[in-house]
């Protein structure tokens, strides 16, 4: 049997990939699929397939959501497929999908987890992958309260006000004698993202950790890696199994160790922050951060749940909002006009003051931008991509518009039309801090830097990861505008 899924998975090597991202991403607060287990009288057009593999061989493509989308052509808004022995409706209208959420939550409240993501999220321990129920609804509220919510925001003002000025003073090192300079964003603002991150959930930054479970010192760009890279590859990672459960019995052992490696590694790590945190905790030191705040409110938590759930907070404070800012500066530095339009409403309503949260609200165009770069790149792409590109819905969807928000054929609401943040009872926590650091940080880019693309970098488009990265970071030239009077 092993020889016969190796010789299966030498012959396809994309389309099980592909398969198990959908399946993974299925599960997220993003998501719009629904599993289902039997048919109903009421089901949807079901994909043509073969016997036992499903649809499997007919997703090669390795954006499946294209795929989806041709599909939705011919089938409808609404249509089943199935990979192996695993059924699930696929959504691709924005009213059904919002239905599904909503109206028929309590149907599709639970989550089916791969092999992959079960040993990562430590068994289904996360706000945003747990079953929904009471723990589901006490550790939201946790998080919600703690790191995530309005007050929280507040609270952490100082730390997202530190981690923009440093990422300015990053590329300000840049700069050279030449008119304009090449830079990344990606590395500046990814290492802040992770240090605002640890402030936030720990309550200090940490470049360096002993990890007596690994037995080395881990810096900080290798906790990067541990606590946010390499798990976001890691459930992602292919087991035929999951496609055939009444197979589970048949060992894999290769898959098992490499994701089990990722998972011990990341939890030791965040075990050993945490242990550093309660040495302070116990000389009575305190601050505000969501450790704190769960070392105060629990009851019933596991000491394993505490992990996964500080764990969490580190991971999605760091990803998502990395991935959607950078799209905005990729699409932002390819429209010179736009980026003009948009630095005139920063002059306008922020004048030499340097931008700040309260500015955010009067800035309608920098809001558009943000919005446009979540349905045109959501951050996790299966399967909003036929929702985003529905033509009924978008007047030339194939193009970055922000100005399609500000048109009176869109009200206020329209911008959460892109459904980037989920909807219903599992609406992303995380909604309110992704909108201001992006948002924030864009405008202060611009406010501060003139932008434009390196030759070729229009075409780099192609994205890794369960969340949308791009393949290679954006390379930009920029040239500083002359705003040191900020204030």
């Known amino acids: 049997m092993d020889i016969l899924f190796q010789s299966f998975r030498s012959e396809i090597p994309v389309m099980i990939t592909v398969a198990l991202v959908i399946v993974t991403a299925a599960t997220t607060a993003f998501s719009i699929f ?119 925001q507040k609270r952490n003002l100082h730390h997202r006000d530190a981690m923009i000025e440093n990422v300015v003073s990053k590329l300000f090192a840049k700069i050279n004698d030449e008119e304009y300079s090449l830079v990344e964003l990606r590395e500046p603002f990814q290492s802040e993202l992770f240090q605002l991150a640890l402030k936030q959930s720990l309550g200090n930054d940490v470049d360096s950790i002993y990890v007596e479970e690994l037995g080395q010192t881990i810096l900080k760009k290798e906790m990067i890696k541990i606590l946010v890279l390499d798990p976001l590859i890691a459930v992602i990672e292919v087991d035929w199994r999951d496609f055939f459960p009444y197979l589970r019995w048949i060992p894999n052992k290769s898959m098992e160790m490499k994701i089990q490696r990722t998972a011990i590694r990341k939890t030791a790590v965040t075990k050993a922050l945490i242990n550093q945190q309660r040495e302070r905790i116990g000389r009575g030191e305190k601050i505000s951060c969501y450790l704190d705040y769960l070392l105060s409110e629990e009851t019933t938590l596991t000491k394993d749940q505490v992990i996964a759930l500080i764990w969490e907070a580190i991971v999605e404070s760091s990803d998502t909002t990395m991935v959607v800012t950078e799209w905005a500066m ?105 909108m201001l650091i992006s948002c924030r940080t864009i405008g202060r880019l611009i406010q501060e830097f003139e932008w434009k693309l390196k030759d070729g970098e229009e075409d780099n488009i192609d994205t890794f990861g369960l969340t949308t990265h791009k393949l290679h970071p954006m390379q930009a030239h920029i040239r500083p505008r002359g705003s040191c009077g900020l204030v």
């Open 34 to 152: 629904v599993f289902y287990e039997r048919r109903h009288l009421n089901s949807p057009p079901a994909i043509p397939g073969l016997p036992l593999l499903g649809n499997l061989l007919q997703l090669k493509e390795r954006k499946p959501y294209l795929t989806f989308a041709k599909w939705a052509e011919v089938y409808g808004p609404m249509y089943s497929i199935r990979l192996g022995s695993t059924s699930m409706v696929v959504l691709n209208s924005t009213e059904i999908a919002k239905e599904a959420l909503v109206t028929k939550f309590s149907s599709i409240s639970t989550r089916k987890l791969s092999n992959a993501l079960t040993t990562i999220t430590s068994n289904k321990a996360l706000v945003s992958t747990c079953d929904y129920g009471e723990y589901h609804k006490m550790v939201k509220k946790y998080i919600i309260s703690g790191v995530l919510g309005a007050n929280a």
């Open 330 to 434: 990729y699409e932002i530095a390819k429209n010179p006009t736009k980026q003009d339009h948009l630095y005139q409403e920063i002059q306008k309503v922020c004048g030499m003051k340097k931008i700040t949260e309260e500015h955010l609200p009067y800035l309608q165009y920098l809001n558009a931008a943000f919005h446009e770069t979540l349905r045109l790149h959501p951050p996790i792409t299966i399967n909003l991509y036929a929702c985003n590109m529905d033509k009924k819905d978008w007047d030339e969807p194939e193009k970055w518009k922000p100005e399609r928000f500000l048109s009176d054929k869109y009200e206020q609401m329209d911008m959460h039309k892109t459904m980037a943040f989920g909807g219903g009872k599992r609406v992303c926590a995380g909604s309110l801090q992704a």
